[in-house]
Each structure stands twice: as C-alpha cells, then as structure tokens.
C-alpha cells in the first residue's frame, strides 16, 4: 500500500506483537497489531489501542485523522509477519459493519498491489450459510482471509 505508515516502536521477537503510536488531534494513542494463533497456520490478526492492562481495544474509534496510515502500519505487519511464516494464513474480521466496510474498501482500493504479493478470499454470507471466494471488489464479505503467495521454484 503506497501510503504513509507509522514506525514500529516495538516488535516481538516472534513477529506476533508489533507496537505503534497513533498522532493527531486527539494526541498520542499506543497502538498493537497482534497475531493470535487459531491453529497450526492459522492467525487472527487483532489491533486496535492499548489499555493499560496491555490488552488491545479494537471497540475504540482513535479519530485522530490517520485512518489510512494505521491501516498502511497494519499492513506492513502482516508483509513483515509473513515474510517470516510465509506458510501462514491470517484471519480477520470485526463485528461492527462500519469496519468490514473499511476493510473491503481498504483491500478494493489496493487491490492489484496486494495480488502481486497475496491471495486473498473473502468470506459473504449467503442463504446456504457462509461462502468462501476469491476475493472481489464490491462484494459484502464480512471475513477476510490472506495468505503469502508462494514463489515458484522453478
């Protein structure tokens, strides 16, 4: 994504946890990307502010103007964390439809840039219970599931 992102002020040494400040009118926010294990491949990507019991608060609308920039910082996560577990699919969603509309739009918007590197399938629900496709622009997926594009050996 071709767009400003924040530095990592801290990233743990298993790339599961990176740690960022949010900047703007409503101050500094301390920010984490965290990628939870569901299962042997398999990780929930979470971020959101920090609370003070350093859990992370994805309730919390920051509104501090950088909207584009947390997602680019969220991004450049998941490019770092699968680099390293290329193996690696990450999961991701939220309950409020607000945000899957963002992040449908965030993906649609960059789309042929994150193709180069990912595949990435969109999760809809139909009559029959819930679809899993490639994914495509303008399409109400309320789950979203990328993975590293292997290279080929040859």
Request: with cysteine; aromatic share 12%; glycine share 4%.
């Amino acid at each position: 994504m071709n767009y400003e992102r924040y530095e990592f002020v801290r990233v743990h040494k298993k790339l599961r946890e990176f740690r960022f400040h949010s900047i703007g009118p409503n101050g500094v926010v301390e920010m984490m990307i965290q990628f939870q294990r569901i299962n042997i491949h398999i990780y929930n990507l979470a971020f959101g502010s920090l609370r003070g019991d350093d859990r992370i608060d994805d309730s919390y609308s920051v509104r501090n103007l950088d909207r584009n920039k947390i997602l680019s910082t969220v991004a450049a996560a998941v490019y770092e964390f699968t680099s390293a577990y290329p193996e690696s699919f990450i999961y991701f969603s939220s309950d409020c439809p607000i945000r899957c509309r963002l992040y449908r739009m965030a993906i649609g918007n960059n789309l042929d840039e994150l193709s180069a590197q990912f595949e990435i399938l969109g999760v809809r629900e139909s009559l029959h219970g819930s679809e899993i496709e490639v994914f495509v622009k303008n399409t109400a997926y309320v789950e979203f599931i990328v993975n590293r594009k292997l290279k080929s050996m040859l």
